[in-house]
């Protein structure tokens, strides 16, 4: 089934989200920006789990990056 603009839908998978947030972040100032100016602090529990994508989309989200 078409979707209501007459395109044919796309399906993506979860491991294809993440990859073009962390791409949209990466590229996008103004977005980037956004998302930085949003949050004073950014907790990640257990960073040494993620992804190196996830960690791309939490650093271009991150008003600063530290570790601690």
Do not use: K
């Amino acid at each position: 089934t078409d979707m209501p603009d007459g395109t044919s839908p796309r399906f993506v998978g979860f491991d294809d989200l993440l990859a073009e947030s962390a791409n949209i972040l990466e590229n996008n100032d103004e977005l980037r920006s956004m998302w930085q100016r949003r949050f004073e602090y950014m907790i990640v529990d257990e960073a040494q789990d993620l992804t190196e994508v996830q960690w791309h989309i939490v650093n271009a989200a991150s008003p600063f990056s530290r570790s601690c």
